[in-house]
């Protein structure tokens, strides 16, 4: 009696620690994992990056048109003889501006190219969010698979306790054999391992749910679902050109074929001419005789203006060459442009496919779950009259946890394909 007296505060302690625990953890839903996942995950964050990044090239074509100034500060000292020609030391600071005036299109066409560069970051960005999304949900549905696998193996463990209970009475009374009741005790092992890997998957599960959502290595967080809820045969339709007018991998390659027909273009402007303007001041200060037109003075001041103009004459075939390979580079993309959508139009096949032929494992997996339920109950009525033994009782739970299992198989793939569909149809729900 004193031993209890001192365990039963423990066990009510422990209890309401438990409690305020699980009410202290965060509740999380699928849609507050899909905001998670948009706005934390590491690979979206990698993606945004690359749109500044496109930016910042944009930034610079943009100022290629714009003249440019530079200045400069020389020292010099000299020896003998050439002191004797040149004024011995002094410093000369230079101030020089530049200004394109003409560049074959390019400066136009490198804006051009820049703007595409930004688009298919955008649109790359896209297709990492919808994979990022695809990646959330399907983490989310199998860490509510796994508790509920946790809640399938204690169930029958339960379901063996009573078992092995009722068996063990009609052991000690003399009417059954001592092989039914070892026979449980091997299966309510085995199960004590089920139990066990139920719960490490359920806690990777978590951590690989964590990951995707920038939540980290925590897991102090509980779901809310269950896979339960409706599950049809999908009669959600689009038609191709909505499909790959809304699928990300569709427009980074138009966006890509668009940037390649215009480095072509930049390939051509090289055989057009440039034509530059710089201007330049200039003074210098030193030994006396640093001005060559006052011998007498210790500084000067100038300036000077040129125009260049560079024409390409002779390369070789360089120039024809490189825009002959552009061409066979857009001739390839429009051929995988072409590949993926039929790809795309496949996948979509697929999706549909796969939802309904999820939707009907579910319709069948009910069906053997209600036999199986029947099964089990006339199994526990007989052994009670007497008419089976407990191996037969044995063999009618396994039943019954496997149909249970597979339903909640059946399910979960319900809930990854459905997630999968609104991918592959180019649709978010978020």
Do not use: C
């Not at 009696?1 to 505060?9: H, T």
């Not at 000369?92 to 066409?109: D, E, F, N, T, V």
């Not at 509920?148 to 463990?157: D, S, T």
């Amino acid at each position: 009696m004193s031993i209890v007296r001192y365990i039963k505060p423990l066990l009510v302690s422990t209890v309401l620690f438990m409690s305020q625990y699980a009410a202290a953890q965060r509740v999380l839903t699928l849609e507050e994992t899909r905001q998670l996942a948009v706005t934390r995950n590491n690979n979206l964050k990698a993606a945004q990056e690359k749109i500044g990044a496109a930016r910042a090239q944009k930034a610079i074509a943009s100022a290629k048109d714009k003249p440019t100034v530079d200045g400069s500060v020389t020292g010099f000292y000299f020896g003998t003889p050439l002191n004797k020609l040149l004024p011995e030391y002094g410093v000369s600071p230079m101030l020089s501006a530049s200004q394109p005036i003409y560049a074959g299109g390019k400066i136009r066409l490198g804006k051009a190219a820049a703007d595409k560069g930004i688009e298919i970051a955008e649109e790359q960005k896209a297709l990492t969010t919808a994979e990022v999304l695809l990646s959330a949900e399907s983490a989310y549905w199998q860490v509510v698979a796994a508790k509920e696998k946790i809640r399938l193996a204690e169930q029958y463990a339960r379901q063996l306790d009573g078992l092995y209970q009722e068996l063990n009475n009609a052991y000690t009374a003399g009417l059954t054999y001592k092989n039914d009741l070892l026979q449980v005790k091997v299966q309510q092992n085995n199960n004590q391992l089920n139990v066990i890997r139920a719960n490490d998957t359920w806690v990777l599960s978590k951590l690989n749910l964590a990951q995707i959502t920038g939540l980290g290595d925590s897991t102090d967080f509980v779901l809310p679902d269950s896979v339960l809820g409706e599950f049809n045969n999908e009669t959600l339709h689009r038609s191709m050109e909505e499909i790959t007018a809304n699928r990300p991998e569709i427009k980074i390659l138009q966006k890509s074929l668009e940037a390649e027909q215009i480095q072509a273009r930049l390939l051509k402007a090289d055989f057009r001419p440039t034509i530059g303007l710089t201007g330049a001041g200039l003074a210098g200060f030193g030994k006396q005789g640093i001005n060559l037109g006052n011998p007498s003075s210790n500084a000067f001041a100038s300036y000077y203006g040129l125009v260049q103009v560079s024409m390409p004459i002779l390369d070789w075939g360089q120039r024809k060459q490189k825009i002959r390979q552009q061409q066979h580079n857009i001739s390839a993309q429009q051929y995988q442009l072409q590949e993926t959508k039929e790809k795309i139009s496949l996948e979509v096949q697929q999706a549909y496919l796969q939802l309904n032929e999820s939707a009907k494992r579910i319709e069948l997996s009910g069906a053997s779950l209600e036999q199986a339920d029947e099964n089990l109950r006339l199994s526990n009525d007989r052994l009670k009259a007497g008419t089976i033994t407990g191996q037969d009782v044995l063999e009618a739970q396994t039943i019954w946890q496997q149909a249970y299992s597979n339903i909640i198989d059946a399910k979960t793939a319900y809930r990854i394909s459905e997630a999968n569909l609104y991918k592959t149809l180019g649709m978010t729900r978020f």
